[in-house]
Structure formats: C-alpha cells, structure tokens
C-alpha cells in the first residue's frame, strides 16, 4: 500500500458532477444519450444524503486520503519495530561484556544526540542573522 496515491479530488459544482456522471456511465457501456436525457434525477445530486453529492465525495476523498496516510505511518511503525527487533536480537548474541558495554554506551547517548527542533531553530537563526545583514547593507 505504500505506492498507493490518494484519489483525485471530485469533481466541483453540478454541471462537472453531470458531466463525471456521463463520463463515467460512457465507461461502463451505458447509452447516455446525452445530457440530461438519461439522467432525468440529476437533481438528486443536490441531496445531503446522495453519493453523488459533493459534499459526500469530498468527505469520502478526505477519508480515503486519511487512511492511506495512516496506513503509511503504520508501515513505517512496523519497519522500525522490526529494525529494532532485529538489533536487540543481535545484541542478544553477542557476549556478556559486549552487552554490558553496549548498555553502558546506551545509557549516556542521550547526551551526544541533537534536540529535536535544533535544526529548525539553526535555520531560522541564520535567515534572521542574513536578513539583519541586508538590513543593514541598505
């Protein structure tokens, strides 16, 4: 599912949703006739509870939309579950000293990671800096 995109957006305002209708009625086989000659309840698309209402196509995009993005972050959650499985499985092979060196090591790294945001601050305080610096030149 990670190669899934999500749908196209509906089709806004009555006369594209008229005209998706047709469209998609010419793709299943059906005679349309034309417009409007086979959809003689077109104005059904106007009701809240109607599929083909607006309204109901872009809450049923937004759902789909939704899911493929959580579905995406519960792949990514497994993949690092499964990374992290297989470490603390090679860990478990390794021997005695090698793992209480390890749990040395892991018990002070916190100290040597960045902060999050650090990154995004370092960059904002650098546009601020070159932004001063043209003030300044002017």
Not at 3 to 18: E, H
Not at 90 to 98: D, G, I, M, N
Request: proline share 6%; glycine share 6%.
């Amino acid at each position: 599912m990670s190669g899934m995109q999500p749908p196209p957006m509906p089709a806004r305002g009555a006369l594209a949703g008229v005209k998706q209708d047709v469209q998609r009625a010419k793709q299943l086989g059906h005679d349309t006739g034309g417009i409007g000659n086979a959809y003689s309840h077109n104005f059904l698309n106007q009701k809240p509870w109607h599929p083909l209402n607006f309204r109901n196509q872009m809450k049923k995009w937004e759902a789909e939309t939704k899911a493929i993005q959580e579905q995406k972050i519960r792949e990514q959650a497994q993949a690092e579950f499964q990374a992290e499985q297989e470490k603390m499985e090679t860990y478990s092979l390794c021997s005695e000293a090698e793992q209480k060196r390890h749990r040395d090591r892991q018990s002070i790294s916190f100290m040597y990671t960045k902060p999050p945001g650090l990154e995004a601050a370092l960059a904002k305080q650098a546009a601020a800096e070159t932004e001063k610096a043209k003030a300044a030149q002017e």
